[in-house]
């Protein structure tokens, strides 16, 4: 089996990795961003290309307000922090989602951070954020109806290929793997469209204890799987 080319991770737990230490909920965000540097480093390591991580679904602004500006301050200061160093690794930024949607500030950030990274050839570091996958494939289909609308493409010609060239990030391979901690197991609308063919994994572990061994079980339980995408062995 070759070695996964994207992985994606939907980083689950923080919350109760707070509350059972007695801290509130926010302290396991904050906690997050070292299970983050952990990621980003075995990639790096293991010749991963693509790391996409769900940071802010579309169904997370019913979350507390508090919380839902703590997420936002960390994706600035997590950028601010580390901008220097993924340069450095030669990692470049990227984002997926309805960005128009998000804070000012942060957007900023963000962008300029994307900007910024790339020319980079190493690492995509893929933030999913304001993301859905179903709002993904509206996006896309409302695209494909104006561009029918306008006589520039035939309703014929809308085909599979067609709407994976208008998601998102058309460029970026489908995820090999998708990993979800703390145990639950639904894809909770992340990469609807693109998680067709991939392998599942759901460790146990909360977010914030996730560490490289974490990854080093997952491509071992990926390694023993046989992917037939619908064909046979
Ligand atoms: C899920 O845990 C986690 C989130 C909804 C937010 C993830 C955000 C970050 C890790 C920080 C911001 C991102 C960056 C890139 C710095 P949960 O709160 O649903 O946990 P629970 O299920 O235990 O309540």
């Not at 990469?191 to 997952?218: G, I, M, N, T």
Request: net charge neutral; glycine share 8%.
């Amino acid at each position: 089996m070759n070695p996964p080319v994207h992985i994606a991770i939907v980083m689950d737990g923080n919350g109760r990795w707070a509350r059972s230490r007695g801290l509130a909920r926010t302290e396991g965000h904050r906690a997050a961003e070292t299970s983050i540097h952990q990621a980003v480093e075995w990639c790096g390591e293991n010749g991963v290309g693509h790391l996409t991580l769900f940071a802010f679904s579309t169904e997370n602004w019913s979350r507390p307000r508090a919380e839902v500006s703590l997420i936002m301050s960390l994706l600035r200061s997590f950028i601010r922090r580390n901008l220097e160093e993924l340069e450095r690794k030669d990692v470049r930024i990227r984002a997926m989602g309805r960005l128009e949607g998000l804070p000012a500030g942060p957007r900023s950030d963000l962008l300029s951070a994307i900007r910024r990274t790339e020319g980079n050839g190493g690492l995509q570091l893929i933030l999913a954020l304001n993301y859905g996958g179903r709002a993904e494939l509206a996006d896309a289909a409302r695209r494909i109806a104006a561009e029918v609308a306008s006589g520039a493409l035939d309703p014929s010609a809308v085909d599979e290929e067609a709407i994976s060239r208008r998601l998102y990030l058309p460029d970026v391979p489908d995820p090999d793997l998708v990993i979800r901690t703390s145990g639950e197991q639904r894809i909770s609308n992340f990469l609807l469209w693109q998680s067709a063919y991939s392998e599942f994994h759901f460790p146990e572990v909360l977010w914030p204890d996730f560490r490289k061994e974490h990854l080093d079980e997952a491509l071992r339980v990926y390694s023993a799987r046989q992917r037939r995408f619908g064909g046979l062995a």
